[in-house]
């Protein structure tokens, strides 16, 4: 932990006024150098397995928008070897989260680059009510407003579909049995080489991160329904494409507000 910068624009409020987290608005323009104006986050917001990641993908071009996948961060981390990623890695093993702090330092120095000047995607972002609140300081500090759509998905679809996820151990693509299957059963279509079930994606494992989802993550939604930010799309059925338009749709409504 000693070698993750803490960075100094990070100040909390005061004491005592944490329950208003999306509420704040101070230092607004020690930041808002970077953005554009318009510039606001988008939060997919769902259940593991519920399509956060595709969606992202489908609309983050369009949008001229930075995705920012804090599970890709962290396992960029645990790839890298590092002290963190050495962390991080026993933790997602176990299907446990991840600190606040640490995710919360990653998001911070991550929608400070650049590449975020049009707005960000969260994908996996916020997790915990921790998360949300720090979240809410650090866009009111910067003047961003932000969009919350909710992916919602039945339990039994979720287990079916993360139960379905395979990876190529050496090119790293993901396949998923349901969606986008290799060409030969069971052979990555770059190389050939046996595809395997991700440590994360074993069904025990994916039924303690859909718990862990239940306790630490669903109690959001009620947290931005308060704020007004929440918007729900039924996304058990439909094809991404679908789901995409309509949260395109929720994006025009928002910029028109
Ligand atoms: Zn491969």
New binding site residues.
């Given amino acids: 932990m000693e070698d993750v910068r803490r960075s100094s624009s990070g100040r909390k409020p005061a004491e005592g006024a944490e329950e208003d987290g999306l509420g704040v608005d101070t230092e607004a323009s020690s930041f808002s150098s970077i953005y554009a104006p318009g510039a606001f986050a988008l939060i997919l917001f769902g259940p593991p397995g519920s399509g956060k990641g595709t969606q992202a993908k489908l609309l983050v071009t369009e949008l001229g928008f930075a995705h920012i996948s804090t599970g890709d961060i962290l396992r960029d981390h645990i790839a890298a070897e590092d002290a963190i990623g050495r962390q991080v890695m026993a933790m997602m093993k176990n299907g446990q989260l991840v600190p606040d702090e640490l995710v919360n330092q990653m998001v911070e120095e991550r929608i400070g680059r650049p590449d975020c000047e049009n707005g960000f995607i969260l994908d996996g972002f916020p997790r915990t009510l921790g998360q949300a609140e720090n979240l809410g300081w650090l866009l009111a500090a910067r003047g961003l407003g932000h969009l919350v759509v909710h992916l919602a998905v039945d339990y039994n679809k979720l287990v079916g579909r993360l139960t379905a996820r395979r990876q190529?151990p050496?090119?790293g693509?993901l396949y998923n049995l349901l969606s986008k299957s290799p060409l030969v059963a069971g052979r990555?279509d770059?190389?050939g080489?046996n595809l395997v079930i991700r440590p994360d994606d074993q069904e025990m494992v994916i039924r303690k991160r859909l718990e862990a989802y239940d306790a630490q993550t669903r109690p959001l939604i009620e947290y931005f329904r308060a704020d007004g930010s929440l918007h729900e799309v039924e996304a058990s059925d439909a094809p991404p494409q679908v789901i995409a338009s309509q949260v395109r749709q929720l994006i025009e409504e928002y910029r028109g507000r």
Avoid: G, L
């Fill in positions: 190529c050496q090119c693509t990555c770059i190389e080489a």
